[in-house]
């Protein structure tokens, strides 16, 4: 269990050094908005094949591929931070980087669904608030350093020692060898993705492409709806996102510890306060207001993906996790890439105002999606555990 938190961590800590980074990357790429953006779209290029890529790995080769992919991910970023001296640099770099975090996202949210399953207490939501509390203290520690001129590699080779960490943790705790062989046996031929098992994970995926859309809504554009309707200065304006996140870390740890018997209520009570906390920002007068909504809106999409990843691993056979665990986040990620846009999109027709109503929409539609797709899934019931094996995996 201990290393599926360090691993966790380490995730949290590229995030927010890469989050606050993103200016002084741009300067040393001397790369303009548009071909930042541009330059942005091979993160997803580079993520979506890969976390279908690590979970078939997984299966066949065992949960000790995440360590690889954890190291390997500090490492692509120290890489990145050195290389990205013009477009075509900072390209390939977010490439490999989408690729290295996509492969962890699925290696890390795979070791934490075996913890829980063999601890028999919930693992996956506090994993996840350990991101979101790494997510905000790098970020503010890459902000510090940058306040000093130190040079951009420096918070990068700390998340570089981080993740090499994280994944000698992980290979000397979890068991070699895929799930359920004969360690001196070769590895079996993956089971084929019969319809039968990927239906019911592609209907959870779609309630996760609603849930992470409307979590990266908030934290993409909370500063920029600060800064433009509410006129906040530039400190302020950092200020948003932090809220956001800081949120979100305190609601994982502290609704962490319901069991699976409350996951239904927890969807639906968190897609119906992420409606209302983006319905209040879209009112909001003034930046305590806004706070208000984001805070609301934070404890809401804090508890979506890690109860749906939670249904999931609690229901899956282990010869099959890594898969399961992979097509699951593939899906769901779509909605981490497009939430952004989706905002965008309504900024441009409506306002930002107007944008935040079509942000709580989208927490309306998960809240009314909910109960028939978790239905037709068949994930519906707490699935019986066995004793746990090892509190340490």
Same mark, same amino acid.
Request: hydrophobic share 55%.
């Given at each position: 269990m ?10 949290g800590?590229?995030?927010?050094v ?10 040393q790429a001397?790369v303009?908005?548009?071909e930042?953006g541009?330059?942005l ?6 993520a979506?094949p890969?976390m279908?890529?690590?979970g078939r790995a997984?299966?066949?080769?065992g ?7 954890i ?9 990145l ?9 900072l ?5 490999v ?7 962890a996202?699925v290696?890390?949210?795979?070791v934490a669904g075996?913890?829980e399953?063999l ?7 506090r994993a996840?608030?350990?991101f ?6 790098t970020?503010l520690?890459t902000?510090a ?5 130190w040079?951009?590699a420096v918070p990068f +080779?700390v998340? !570089?020692a981080l993740?090499?960490? &994280? $994944? %000698?943790?992980?290979? /000397?705790t979890? =068991?070699?060898g895929?799930a #359920? ?7 079996a031929?993956?089971a ?13 995926g779609?309630l ?7 979590e990266n809504?908030h934290q993409?554009?909370? +500063?920029v709806? !600060?800064?433009d309707?509410?006129? &906040? $200065? %530039?400190?302020l304006? /950092?200020?948003? =996102?932090a809220?956001f996140? #800081?949120?979100v ?7 962490g ?9 927890v969807?639906?009570g968190?897609?119906a306060t992420a409606a209302l906390?983006a ?10 207001l806004a706070a208000?909504g984001?805070?609301l809106?934070g404890a809401?999409?804090?508890v979506?993906?890690?109860t ?10 282990e010869?099959y996790?890594g ?9 769901s990620?779509m ?10 999109v309504?900024?441009?027709a409506?306002g ?6 079509a ?6 539609v ?8 978790l239905?037709?899934?068949?994930f519906?019931?707490p ?9 340490d995996?």
């Amino acid at each position: 269990m201990v290393s599926a938190f360090t691993a966790f961590a380490a995730f949290g800590a590229f995030w927010g050094v890469w989050g606050a980074s993103v200016p002084r990357v741009q300067d040393q790429a001397d790369v303009t908005d548009g071909e930042l953006g541009f330059a942005l779209l091979f993160v997803g290029a580079g993520a979506l094949p890969a976390m279908m890529l690590v979970g078939r790995a997984l299966d066949r080769w065992g949960l000790r591929v995440s360590a690889a992919v954890i190291a390997l991910l500090g490492l692509v970023g120290a890489g990145l931070a050195l290389t990205a001296v013009d477009l075509p640099a900072l390209c390939a770099g977010l490439a490999v980087a989408g690729a290295s975090s996509g492969a962890a996202d699925v290696a890390m949210n795979a070791v934490a669904g075996r913890a829980e399953k063999l601890a028999g207490r919930p693992v996956i939501t506090r994993a996840h608030g350990t991101f979101s509390a790494l997510v905000v203290l790098t970020s503010l520690g890459t902000g510090a350093a940058s306040a000093a001129s130190w040079p951009l590699a420096v918070p990068f +080779a700390v998340v !570089a020692a981080l993740s090499v960490a &994280a $994944g %000698a943790a992980l290979f /000397t705790t979890l =068991p070699p060898g895929a799930a #359920g062989q004969d360690e001196q046996a070769a590895p079996a031929r993956l089971a084929p993705v019969t319809r039968s098992r990927l239906l019911p994970l592609l209907l959870v995926g779609v309630l996760g492409t609603l849930a992470f859309a409307s979590e990266n809504a908030h934290q993409s554009w909370s +500063a920029v709806f !600060a800064q433009d309707e509410l006129h &906040a $200065g %530039a400190w302020l304006t /950092t200020v948003a =996102p932090a809220v956001f996140a #800081g949120t979100v870390a305190i609601t994982r740890f502290c609704l962490g510890g319901l069991n699976d018997a409350h996951a239904r209520p927890v969807l639906l009570g968190g897609a119906a306060t992420a409606a209302l906390g983006a319905l209040v920002i879209s009112v909001s007068p003034n930046l305590l207001l806004a706070a208000v909504g984001l805070i609301l809106g934070g404890a809401g999409t804090a508890v979506l993906f890690p109860t749906l990843l939670g249904i999931v691993s609690r229901n899956v056979e282990e010869a099959y996790r890594g898969r399961a665990t992979s097509i699951v986040g593939t899906v769901s990620y779509m909605g981490f890439l497009l939430g952004p846009v989706y905002v965008g999109v309504w900024a441009d027709a409506t306002g930002l105002r107007g944008a935040m109503v079509a942000v709580a929409a989208l927490a309306a539609v998960l809240l009314a999606l909910t109960p028939p797709l978790l239905r037709l899934s068949g994930f519906t019931a707490p699935s019986a555990r066995p004793a746990p094996e090892r509190a340490d995996a």
